[in-house]
């Protein structure tokens, strides 16, 4: 059972490059979402989608499209990359039931703009 | 805004001791409360929820959190703190509603340091 597969692990772009990146889920989670990770800041939600074919924005989506076309995968556009997308990303899925509320992540993307 | 507080960007605690970390939130409804942990160049890892009732949760490697809805914090404990407990934690907040998608409001993350 693999969990929340990322990819890739590390990137290095240029500023104005596209890149997409990946995230799969072999668990059947109905939600799934973007997060960005930067010091001190904890994470913050980028894009998140509750289902095929429907996502909506989290708290900071300027510069990244989403879409969810399978229950598996939530790939994340960078359309332009900028020097301010330098973070780590987070993919993460869970259940909608109550009682299995929590969310798994994945390892994790580490982008560098230049 | 909703929003979630960890008061400490840092604990240091001496090996054998309890420990707390604390967070407090500001989301409204009875939103599903988390705590998260996070070791170098790793994703999170859950550690506990509270869902409803008791509001003392227990969760993985010993760790706990006491629910206080008067004082709308949630603030992860252990007894007795191991060196290989020395990670970032999160507090996580998670609204009720169906819409929202089951997305997470974090704190910023207080980084735990337990001393031999």
């Known amino acids: 059972n693999a969990g929340v597969t990322q990819t890739p692990k590390f990137q290095v772009l240029k500023t104005g490059q596209s890149m997409t990146l990946q995230c799969a889920q072999d668990?059947?989670?109905?939600?799934m979402s973007w997060y960005r990770q930067d010091p001190g800041m904890g994470l913050r939600l980028i894009h998140y989608?509750?289902?095929?074919?429907?996502?909506d924005q989290g708290e900071v989506p300027n510069g990244y499209n989403v879409s969810r076309s399978t229950t598996e995968d939530f790939p994340l556009r960078l359309l332009s990359a900028a020097p301010s997308q330098t973070s780590v990303y987070f993919c993460?899925?869970?259940?909608?039931?109550?009682?299995?509320?929590?969310?798994?992540f994945g390892q994790g993307t580490r982008l560098t703009v230049v | 805004a909703q929003s979630v507080a960890q008061p400490e960007d840092q604990v240091n605690v001496a090996e054998g001791n309890p420990l707390t970390v604390k967070c407090t939130y500001s989301?409204?409804?009875?939103?599903?409360l988390f705590w998260y942990v996070q070791y170098p160049n790793r994703g999170l890892q859950f550690l506990l929820k509270y869902i409803t009732g008791d509001n003392l949760v227990k969760g993985s490697y010993g760790f706990e959190a006491e629910f206080n809805k008067s004082q709308t914090s949630f603030h992860l404990k252990k007894p007795s703190a191991l060196v290989s407990d020395s990670a970032l934690y999160f507090c996580a907040v998670r609204p009720r509603l169906y819409n929202q998608g089951g997305k997470l409001i974090f704190g910023q993350g207080t980084e735990l340091s337990v001393k031999p």
């Open positions: 989301v409204s409804g009875n939103p599903y």
């Open positions: 989608s509750v289902g095929a074919g429907i996502t």
């Open positions: 993460a899925s869970s259940r909608r039931t109550e009682m299995n509320t929590e969310a798994f």
């Open positions: 668990m059947n989670h109905e939600y």
